[in-house]
């Protein structure tokens, strides 16, 4: 997916080569205020820790009411907008994919682990004490800018920081960590790669090595829904961000998603949600 035809943001940390900066959410506002508060999509992972205010956030269409210690995480990708909140104090947690992954086992910090996945529910989290804590040693761990080996020291607090969410999540949702969720957070990694209405369970299947029934029974077991049904939702999503967000004609968000023909995205379209998709972008455009 061609990615800049959405307002994205890179990863900039301007005080130092790190892929990894914690800034005060007040900061953000300032820098919204002056974009219009667009929505965009960020280059990079962000999680938000909201230590006072009470407001919305928008995370791909869903508003995500928040309070008083409320965590809200925004994986790579996902479209976002923040309103203007003048009570709103805390701080967002922002880094690149490559600064957590060094090793192959890294990666389950972002694929194995739910809090990135709004599909399993609920889309915020609490912040509790050893939240705080770990965010407050990140923040002066930062400050010291030169101090020996600082990058793998604030690599490690990062790894604990998105334990400690994960945990609170997995006490909240009550997520039991077994095959089918192992499975579908695979088919979810590949899928996300991969959003095109052309994709099929089977090219997934062939991926992974496993059977339709296998896949199919974890996507129930875990969202409640079969694995096609799963990936027509994931490119409906992609549909409405393009013809929201993005300038493109219905005709180029048609190529852009997979289909050969614009009439048959139009039905396709027009099937899931009962309306034709410029008749949604009139009525949604920000």
Do not use: W
Request: glycine letters at 2%; aromatic letters at 12%.
């Amino acid at each position: 997916m061609a990615e800049s035809i959405i307002s994205k943001y890179d990863f900039n940390n301007k005080q130092s080569n790190l892929g990894l900066e914690i800034i005060p959410l007040t900061r953000i506002l300032n820098f919204s205020n002056e974009k219009g508060f667009e929505t965009h999509r960020l280059n990079f992972y962000q999680i938000i820790v909201v230590t006072e205010g009470r407001g919305i956030h928008e995370v791909d269409f869903e508003r995500i009411a928040y309070s008083e210690n409320t965590v809200i995480p925004v994986a790579l990708g996902q479209v976002q907008r923040y309103y203007s909140n003048p009570q709103l104090k805390g701080y967002a947690i922002l880094f690149t994919a490559d600064f957590l992954v060094k090793d192959e086992f890294d990666y389950h910090y972002l694929y194995d682990y739910t809090i990135f996945n709004h599909t399993i529910n609920p889309q915020s989290h609490i912040a509790n004490k050893e939240v705080y804590t770990l965010l407050q040693e990140m923040i002066t761990e930062q400050q010291k800018g030169t101090a020996f080996d600082s990058a793998e020291y604030q690599r490690n607090l990062l790894k604990n920081f998105l334990i400690q969410i994960e945990r609170n999540k997995r006490k909240r949702t009550d997520i039991v960590c077994n095959e089918s969720l192992t499975l579908y957070l695979k088919f979810r990694k590949i899928l996300e790669e991969n959003v095109n209405y052309k994709l099929r369970v089977t090219d997934i299947c062939k991926t992974l090595n496993v059977t339709p029934k296998q896949i199919n029974l974890a996507l129930k077991n875990c969202t409640n829904t079969t694995a096609k049904q799963y990936i027509e939702n994931r490119v409906i999503l992609e549909i409405k961000r393009l013809l929201v967000h993005s300038t493109l004609t219905v005709k180029e968000i048609a190529y852009e998603i997979g289909f050969d023909d614009p009439t048959n995205f139009t039905k396709y379209f027009k099937s899931h949600l009962n309306i034709l998709p410029s008749d949604y972008q009139k009525q949604n455009k920000i």
